[in-house]
């Protein structure tokens, strides 16, 4: 697959498109969006609303917010450069500065792969595939994929599989149904002052922001660009930009709505407060049946299995890109960082015993927040960066607003951890 360093056209001839022409660019912001809802923020999500009810729907709404601020930079420094940030870092910062922004994302990697890779294959156990068969076939398919196709191609089945996981949470949610207003559980806006509410924000601010979602938005939009040939006249940045914008946007805004869904999907399940009882996610799936079911189940299957393999290929796309760029590898050579990230994994999602899964995953992404620190840092320097950025350089007011958002998403992590 390819990468984003010296992202150049073949031959000269560049073709302009319209700035009308969204559905040319669609892919990449939407893809980082989808695979923001992955098997952890399913969990997390699910301990939210079942143990909160409808209480933390405020905090979803306003992770649109840091959401868009973030991914929308990343992706203007991909349009900006043409290149990827892992080589952007490289080449203006050095490659110390590189690897130290790039390899904690790798490590932290690793864990989220044999999540996602559990989250498959719990779905596929629901429909009758044993787990032993299940994690590593899909590890056969999900490294075909990354290294067989190239991204454009890639991207096709995966806004396809992301449609499956769109329609799986409506319906899951659409056969629980909405419980009256009015109810304890059903005050959208509610404060509560102990430990695990802290915590719990915390985990769903690291599910929103992840760290390969900034290396992979700042990437795939620079491929995407070069595959379809979208570069050459700054005319076609303007344009390239404004539809990068209201596409990460529009999946800021979905991403959320369907957090808000898992979360008032489990709203009101029996025990479901207790860590014990969602000791897999399988179990998430079968509390609903009482009250949503016996299809529930099955349809929240897929849209487990569909959420997990879009951020299992997002996930090791981007880590593979940013270790590639920092580290000034060979395209031929990538495949390897693929193989050794995603074995230990596969691995480990066959060996970890599923009752640790849920605090495993909650604790894993209160801990991406702190490791989001460097990234968040270093994409805001090269923002304001000019003889980086050129013409789509940040606005005093951009940059205010930016840091503002960094602030109070790494201060989210802090208070849980001091509360």
């Not at 924000?201 to 922001?209: E, Q, Y």
């Amino acid at each position: 697959m390819a990468l984003p360093d010296n992202v150049v056209p073949d031959d000269q001839t560049h073709s302009h498109f319209a700035s009308g022409d969204f559905f040319k660019q669609f892919g990449p912001a939407w893809l980082v969006m989808m695979a923001d809802v992955d098997a952890g923020s399913i969990i997390g999500g699910a301990q939210t609303g079942a143990i909160f009810g409808y209480s933390l729907i405020w905090l979803y709404i306003l992770l649109i917010f840091p959401l868009f601020i973030v991914l929308e930079l990343a992706g203007r420094v991909s349009i900006a450069t043409q290149k990827g940030l892992g080589s952007v870092i490289r080449e203006n910062y050095g490659k110390n500065m590189s690897i130290l922004m790039t390899f904690p994302m790798a490590i932290t990697d690793v864990a989220t792969y044999a999540i996602e890779y559990i989250g498959i294959a719990v779905g596929l156990e629901i429909v009758g595939f044993p787990l032993y068969l299940a994690i590593p076939s899909i590890y056969v398919v999900h490294i075909l994929l990354v290294t067989k196709r190239k991204y454009v191609k890639a991207e096709k089945l995966l806004i396809l599989v992301s449609l499956f996981l769109l329609f799986s949470f409506m319906a899951t949610l659409y056969l629980r149904g909405l419980l009256p207003a009015g109810l304890p559980d059903t005050t959208p806006v509610q404060f509560h002052h102990s430990s695990i509410y802290f915590f719990l924000i915390a985990a769903n601010v690291g599910a929103v922001v992840m760290p390969f979602m900034i290396f992979f938005q700042a990437s795939a939009t620079g491929i995407k660009s070069k595959e379809l040939n979208l570069q050459g006249p700054a005319s076609n940045k303007w344009a390239s930009l404004r539809i990068m914008r209201k596409e990460t946007l529009l999946g800021a805004i979905v991403t959320e709505m369907l957090m808000i869904m898992i979360e008032m999907t489990f709203t009101g399940v029996k025990n479901a407060n207790n860590s014990n009882v969602f000791a897999t996610a399988s179990q998430l799936g079968s509390a609903l049946t009482p009250i949503a079911g016996r299809y529930s189940i099955y349809i929240f299957g897929i849209g487990l299995m569909s959420a997990s393999f879009v951020a299992l290929v997002v996930i090791s796309l981007a880590s593979a890109w940013g270790l590639a760029e920092t580290l000034k590898m060979k395209k031929d050579s990538v495949w390897i960082i693929y193989v050794i990230e995603s074995f230990p994994a596969m691995i480990a999602a066959m060996l970890i015993p599923s009752g640790l899964m849920i605090s495993i995953t909650l604790y894993l992404l209160v801990f991406f927040v702190i490791v989001l620190i460097g990234p968040m840092m270093i994409l805001g320097v090269i923002g304001k960066n000019r003889s980086i950025m050129g013409e789509l350089v940040s606005g005093n007011r951009y940059q205010n607003i930016y840091w503002a958002t960094f602030v109070i998403v790494i201060s989210t992590a802090l208070i849980s951890l001091l509360y």
